[in-house]
């Protein structure tokens, strides 16, 4: 059974870093079928894509947090990052990887069970 697990999250003052982690295990290829992908949720809003990369390597960025944040993928630790700098107070959330199957609007999808990262002015 695939299980991913995120860490990292915390709390920091707008304009600092954080580098988030996501393990995976049971299956150590599935990011070689799936794409790897990092949303966030804030309370009272929907679940949003905040980046995913391709089998390819190709990643894409929601406009937010382009040139802030960095989507990487390390096949040999079996672990997916996301670095986030300049952070701002509209970054807090709840941030899932996910191994995502099929496409952006399906249900197959592997998820992790979420990281908090809290920025405070």
């Known amino acids: 059974q695939v299980q991913l697990v995120e860490s990292g999250g915390g709390s920091v003052q707008a304009g600092g870093s954080l580098k988030l982690s996501c393990i995976v295990s049971g299956h150590i290829f599935i990011f070689s079928r799936c794409r790897a992908a990092w949303y966030r949720q804030a309370p009272g809003n929907d679940r949003e894509l905040v980046s995913i990369?391709?089998?390819?390597?190709?990643?894409t960025y929601t406009d937010s947090v382009k040139g802030r944040f960095t989507i990487s993928l390390n096949n040999a630790k079996n672990t997916l990052y996301l670095q986030m700098n300049s952070l701002k107070t509209e970054d807090t959330a709840v941030y899932y990887c996910?191994?995502?199957?099929?496409?952006?609007?399906?249900?197959?999808?592997?998820w992790g069970q979420g990281t908090q990262v809290t920025v405070s002015s």
């Open positions: 996910a191994a995502v199957c099929g496409t952006l609007w399906d249900n197959n999808k592997y």
């Open positions: 990369m391709s089998n390819d390597g190709t990643t």
